[in-house]
């Protein structure tokens, strides 16, 4: 059996690609991921965007696609890999969709955002972004009460990388962890200990973007062992069609996750297409884009457009359905509207 890996953890392969594990649901001799880093040597088999700056790791220099999850990139990884790496090609029999996942065999190095924080505090000549984040991951550990057990360290700090634009990723393990932080965030920004940071409309409702002592810090939630319910192979997934509709947040306690989770109500279709008989209509709708993470609250209103699929218990034949947005189809969106 594979080493167990969850959302957040970051995979070096033989072939020097870094992919991040996505989620939580993996088959057993592999991991579900998506490509964050490119060898510079592979930069001309891709026809994406990257973006101007690179990264050095292990003696490889390494680029960054511009876009993450865009239909358009995601195509275009698996046309690549499949023509030139189809290990990293994976048709997944409960998903109903070809995925990009590293098989647990091609795996080279792990990095383990705790572990790395760890290593960082422990160094004695940190850099300035080392000695930035320790001092705001202390702050906020002490500010919240939250372990310093509970936080770690993602992207280019996680894994050691000489960037010369590095951002602070910080990770916290546990929705009430999380929320803590949150909430002790607001008050700090409120005291003009930071700022937050707007770099689109997303975060002005996300707010988990800020800037402290000259650096940006980015804060997201990862699911504690405790809180990981999702087992592969406990549902069948069958796509059925691109739907839009409005509806209403009933809890958003996962959706601060990846994915994430907004259980909804009250769906109302907004064209004729996407009109369902009462036993068809989500309850939940599933976000695998980054982008829509964490924007809603309970009662607010959504604006969705998404894949509709069926999900079958491979226990007990029982059926739901979900919409999910980050499909890979195009055109898939959430807005948000609040009611104060």
């Known amino acids: 059996m594979s080493k167990r890996l969850i959302d957040g953890d970051i995979i070096k392969t033989e072939d020097g690609f870094i992919f991040y594990v996505f989620g939580y649901e993996h088959p057993e001799d592999r991991y579900i991921a998506y490509l964050k880093y490119v060898p510079e ?27 993450l999850y865009s239909p358009e990139n995601i195509q275009e990884i698996v046309r690549v890999f499949d023509g030139n790496f ?10 109903s969709k070809v995925l990009i996942s590293v098989p647990s065999d091609t795996v080279e190095r792990v ?13 004695t000549n940190r ?78 409702l996300r707010k988990n973007r800020l800037s402290y002592k000259g650096f940006k810090v980015v804060f997201n939630a990862v699911r504690g062992f405790d809180e990981i319910r ?15 509709f409005r509806c209403m947040v009933e809890s958003a306690e996962e959706s601060f996750f ?3 989770i907004y259980r909804v109500s009250e769906y109302r279709a907004v064209n ?44 007990s034949n029982i059926e739901r359905y979900r919409v999910v947005i980050g499909s890979g189809r195009p055109g898939e969106y959430i807005q948000v509207r609040k009611l104060y």
């Open 41 to 67: 040597r592979f930069k001309s088999l891709f026809k994406i965007e990257f973006l101007p700056w690179i990264w050095k790791l292990d003696g490889e220099t390494y680029v960054r696609p511009v876009k």
């Open 272 to 315: 004729e297409e996407s009109r369902l008989p009462p036993e068809m209509r989500p309850r939940d709708v599933v976000v695998m884009d980054s982008t829509y993470r964490g924007l809603a609250y309970e009662g607010d209103l959504l604006e969705v457009q998404g894949l509709l699929e069926r999900e079958v218990s491979t226990s």
């Open 230 to 244: 999702d087992v592969y192979g406990t549902y069948r997934r069958m796509p059925i069609k691109t739907v839009k």
């Open 111 to 123: 990095f383990n955002p705790r572990e790395a924080l760890s290593r960082i505090m422990n160094k």
């Open 86 to 95: 189809p290990q990293y090609i994976y048709e997944c029999p409960y998903n």
């Open 127 to 204: 850099l300035p972004v080392e000695d930035v984040a320790v001092e705001w991951i202390q702050l906020i550990s002490s500010e919240a009460v939250v372990d310093l057990k509970s936080f770690g360290v993602h992207g280019s700090l996680c894994l050691g990388m000489v960037s010369v634009k590095p951002d602070i990723d910080v990770v916290i393990y546990g929705g009430l962890n999380f929320r803590k932080v949150r909430n002790t965030v607001s008050k700090l920004t409120s005291k003009d200990v930071m700022r937050y940071v707007y770099e689109n409309e997303f975060d002005k």
């Open 258 to 260: 990846r994915p994430a």
